[in-house]
């Protein structure tokens, strides 16, 4: 399999590309990381709301527990603080709903913050890149067929994918040329397509 073009002009945008997109895809990768962290941080305010919950309902159920142990008045001494203890329960259950909740949109929002620059980019430049590690495969092993074989091959190639101004100066008509079998234009039109490819002539 072969990644890079031969030829500098085809190779230097070739890797400037891979590169871009390497950088751009790190980049959303730290920044979807650093939301998170921010996001999370927030979630800070829901732990100390269910520890000061769990600590009203823990002491509130402790005086309670001890105001039942006063003669005659401890059940109405124990009733409001148990109340106050059921309120700092739900308290604390709060702030531990609020963290989770924090905690999940914090992860949500990481991943639409990552995801949909890195998918655009994906979608960008690595259809473009596969198309010609596919391409330059093809032709590579049409190099390596035998006599004009791998000529003919690569020149149907150029018939189909080379600019027609371009095929025009090789021979007024290609598509004839190249069924005639011309060996001169059928080489020609074999240029053009590695040409086209950023590739140097290769034979096995």
């Known amino acids: 399999m072969k990644l890079y073009a031969d030829r ?19 980049l959303w990768i730290r920044a979807a990381f ?4 921010t996001v999370a941080a927030a979630g800070a305010s829901g732990t100390t709301l269910a520890d000061a919950g769990d600590a009203v309902d823990r002491h509130m ?6 105001a039942r142990q006063v003669p005659l008045a ?15 329960a739900s308290l604390g259950e709060a702030g531990r709903s609020l963290q989770e909740s924090i905690a999940t949109s914090a992860v949500l929002l990481a991943l639409l913050t990552a995801c949909l620059p890195i998918v655009v980019a994906l979608g960008t430049w690595l259809p473009a890149r596969l ?4 391409q330059a495969g093809t032709a590579r092993s049409a ?8 000529d003919r091959v690569l020149a149907l190639r150029a018939l189909a994918s080379v ?12 598509v004839e ?3 005639t079998d011309d060996a001169e234009a059928v080489r020609a039109l074999a240029a053009l397509e590695l040409r086209r490819l950023g590739l140097r002539p290769w034979r096995a």
């Open 8 to 26: 500098p002009a085809r190779f230097a945008p070739q890797v400037l590309a891979d590169v871009l997109a390497v950088l751009w895809i790190a």
């Open 34 to 37: 650093a939301l998170h962290d």
């Open 61 to 66: 159920g402790d005086a309670a527990e001890a």
């Open 74 to 88: 401890g059940d109405g001494l124990a009733s409001p603080l148990t109340a106050v203890g059921e309120a700092g």
């Open 131 to 134: 198309r010609w590690i596919r």
């Open 143 to 150: 190099g390596a067929l035998h006599g004009r074989a791998g």
């Open 163 to 174: 600019r027609p101004s371009r095929l025009a100066a090789v021979h007024e008509d290609p």
């Open 177 to 179: 040329a190249w069924r």
